[in-house]
């Protein structure tokens, strides 16, 4: 109800109203939260501690690049990539965050609320903790004071929590937004004794309901001491609070501004001192100039120092249709940004700051000047599920980007290189036909998921569940991994995979992880977590 296809009706129910409701619907009583018996790791475990090598958080780094440059794994490896071990989720169809890996160990959030810290090399559980309700953002691995390690991540109830990263003990939880749909969807970002969280909503589909007095949530990044979590700044993607604009016809008192959610990882810019965060779409007529924009945060204040908006009145809530009177009447085609930003620093020591959009627009931008648009290239057709939806990769010369266009039939997506300096296509990998039943849930090439990068291979997954790598030279496919099938499990949890959507793989120390079924916008469910290494050793 709360993750999977009944999410947008569940909008505004507390996770005890939801049981209830299943408790009625089935007549049955829940089960023991009590994790399950098998599958744990043998007693005696070492001590954890982190390596530089592991892929820490959403992008692996600050600059949130997603390319990892010591994987472990050479190009020529990657055809002789084989399962490992499968872990499933339980309590869940949905394979909901993206892995992160440190210290030998892999942390993961799931759409049951679970957050597990499993063994990379055998899939063992050291630990578990339970958020209460689904978290979807990657895990955040940090090093506090007193050598404590500590793992951050948010959840769909705009709580940011911290544990212990070793036992997976609570060290405090804060909930950085007020507003009955925030949620925190992006990696909260470390850096220097503070944790960087952005808040995203789904305020979008409460707006479908003729009585819901549309709209009052404001994006926002929030500052937070990771030591004790306790709030430093907040900064609004929206600067002016909600106020009251016009009334319907049945007496709906509606408001704006509103929207301009954060739904990706922000960006660190040391040099700058500044935080990078690409913003969603409006949700009113009122206009603001911080949505379907990159936003520049001070580190230290949270002051706004610039915002570069690349699509103006992008007005939208969904349900809209002609007489629809709660809805913008000026309505946008829902164009924003889904994906974290990526600073890049090019040959000659010139920086540019990557954004990409759902409208398929990639845009180079300059960071030292108030994030003028130093180049911009449409690699698709873009829309409301399509362009460039959940995340790219770069490294210092060259941004692999994934398409999704989403109902383009058997010609969406693919996947594209581009040069960094120039904004020039180096080259375009078109999307493989799927290999199943076309009016099947799933069934798209569409590449929606966010993609990773090592030294000449690109990995991508795509909705019709097949994981895939390419040549970073060009573009060719080397290995092809279909994750919609059955697999056998090393906590004896049944798991299948499905659509691959969303998170995108983490890549460490000989090993390539990643989650199948993520099954919102008509995608295949699952609840699996994979492992791979070279010939599955």
């Not at 780094?61 to 794994?73: C, E, H, I, K, V």
């Not at 960087?196 to 549309?214: G, K, W």
């Not at 008192?253 to 913003?279: S, V």
């Not at 040549?471 to 004896?492: A, H, P, R």
Request: proline share 6%; with cysteine.
């Amino acid at each position: 109800m709360f993750t999977g296809p009944m999410t947008m009706q569940a909008i505004g129910l507390s996770p005890d109203e939801g049981r209830a409701i299943a408790r009625y619907l089935t007549g049955k009583e829940f089960g023991s939260a009590e994790a399950p018996a098998t599958g744990f790791c043998p007693a005696g475990a070492k001590a954890f501690r982190p390596e530089p090598s592991g892929w820490n958080g959403w992008g692996v780094d600050s600059a949130n690049t997603r390319y990892q440059p010591n994987p472990g794994l050479t190009a020529d490896q990657i055809p002789k990539l084989k399962l490992k071990w499968a872990f499933g989720f339980p309590d869940t169809i949905m394979a909901y965050a993206q892995p992160a890996v440190s210290g030998g160990r892999v942390f993961v959030g799931s759409g049951s609320g679970k957050v597990y810290s499993l063994d990379a090399a055998t899939g063992c559980t050291y630990w578990i903790y339970d958020a209460g309700i689904g978290v979807r953002s990657a895990v955040t691995i940090a090093n506090l004071s007193g050598g404590r390690f500590a793992a951050f991540f948010g959840d769909i109830n705009a709580n940011v929590h911290a544990v212990d990263a070793s036992t997976g003990k609570l060290l405090w939880k804060v909930r950085v937004d007020d507003h009955p749909v925030a949620r925190v969807t992006g990696a909260p970002m470390f850096y220097e004794g503070r944790v960087y969280a952005p808040v995203s909503s789904i305020e979008e589909a409460s707006a479908m309901s003729t009585t819901y007095e549309c709209c009052k949530f404001r994006g926002s990044v929030v500052a937070l001491d990771a030591a004790s979590g306790k709030q430093i700044w907040k900064s609004y993607s929206v600067t002016d609070p909600a106020r009251p604009t016009r009334k319907t016809k049945s007496g709906v008192q509606l408001y704006g501004p509103a929207g301009a959610a954060i739904w990706g990882a922000p960006t660190i810019d040391a040099k700058r001192k500044l935080i990078y965060a690409a913003t969603g779409n409006s949700y009113t007529d009122v206009d603001i100039n911080t949505s379907n924009a990159v936003l520049a945060i001070d580190m230290e204040s949270g002051q706004l120092k610039w915002a570069r908006q690349v699509l103006p009145k992008d007005n939208f809530v969904m349900g809209c249709r002609p007489g629809k009177e709660d809805c913008p009447a000026e309505l946008g085609p829902d164009l924003d940004f889904g994906s974290s930003t990526i600073l890049t620093t090019v040959a000659g020591g010139k920086q540019v700051l990557l954004a990409g959009q759902k409208s398929s627009i990639l845009y180079g931008l300059d960071p030292d000047q108030q994030g003028k648009i130093l180049w911009q290239i449409k690699l698709g057709r873009g829309g409301a599920l399509g362009g460039i939806e959940w995340g790219f990769a770069a490294n210092s010369s060259t941004a692999y980007v994934a398409v999704s266009d989403r109902f383009g039939g058997e010609t969406s997506g693919g996947l594209h290189a581009v040069q960094i300096e120039t904004g020039e296509k180096l080259w375009s990998s078109l999307p493989s036909k799927p290999d199943c039943e076309p009016r099947a849930k799933g069934c798209s090439p569409a590449k929606s998921a966010a993609i990773s990068a090592i030294p000449g291979v690109v990995f991508s997954g795509s909705v019709d569940g097949h994981f895939r790598a390419y040549s970073t030279q060009t573009g060719e496919m080397i290995w092809d991994f279909n994750t919609g099938q059955k697999f056998q499990t090393v906590n004896g949890v049944e798991a299948s995979g499905g659509s691959l959507d969303s998170g995108g793989p983490a890549i460490a120390n000989g090993m390539v992880f990643t989650g199948s079924g993520y099954g919102l916008w008509n995608g295949a469910p699952g609840n699996v977590l994979l492992a791979f290494s070279v010939d599955g050793k």
